[in-house]
């Protein structure tokens, strides 16, 4: 069973119930440190850390979010939360991930994002035919070059949510 439910998360906002409670998990632990930050705030994460990050962005504002792979988190309501927050949201061109829970239950992208194509080339929020058709020519190459041998990943749509893909394009 997939649970794809909003809770209530502040001022009217909702979000995802499992990001939600996997935050609470670790919140405890983790404010000391948020709290006793001398420098510069920044909170990052990939996938599960990244809506955490999110999440906890909402509750305390960094300096800066960078999240990689990550699900949409919340409502509507939960991304006007964050309205200042500067946050960089990197998608790594078929994430499956970036795609998550469904945007017609009531989920939104906090955040333009940041693309990375089928090549590895970085651009900021560009025009989603222009994603359409990427994603169909990565998915494409994909079926003919790795998803047929045996250790790949069958399907370029979860291949392209690993870490190294991300790190692998800035760096």
Same mark, same amino acid.
């Given at each position: ?11 009217? @906002?909702?979000?995802?119930?499992? +990001? ?11 404010? !000391? ?5 001398? *420098?510069?705030?920044? +909170? ?19 300096? @800066? ?12 309501? +939960? ?13 790594? =061109? =078929? ?15 906090? @955040?333009? !994002? ?10 900021? *929020? ?13 998915? =494409? ?23 190294? *893909? ?6």
């Amino acid at each position: 069973v997939i649970d794809v439910r909003l809770v209530p998360w502040g001022k009217g @906002a909702r979000v995802h119930s499992g +990001f939600a409670d996997a935050l609470a998990e670790v919140l405890t632990d983790l404010e !000391p440190a948020v709290q006793g930050a001398p *420098n510069r705030l920044v +909170f990052t994460g990939h996938s599960l850390g990244a809506a955490m990050a999110t999440l906890l962005a909402s509750l305390r504002k960094p300096d @800066a979010l960078y999240t990689f792979g990550s699900p949409m988190v919340g409502d509507a309501a +939960f991304v006007a939360m964050l309205g200042d927050v500067e946050h960089h949201r990197y998608v790594d =061109c =078929c994430d499956v991930v970036t795609r998550v829970p469904p945007a017609q239950l009531g989920y939104q992208h906090h @955040a333009t !994002p940041i693309y990375i194509d089928r090549h590895g080339e970085i651009s900021v *929020n560009p025009q989603e035919d222009v994603i359409a058709k990427d994603r169909m020519a990565a998915a =494409c190459d994909y079926v003919t070059k790795y998803s047929w041998r045996i250790g790949d990943v069958a399907v370029r749509e979860l291949a392209d949510h690993a870490p190294i *893909n991300y790190v692998s394009a800035l760096t």
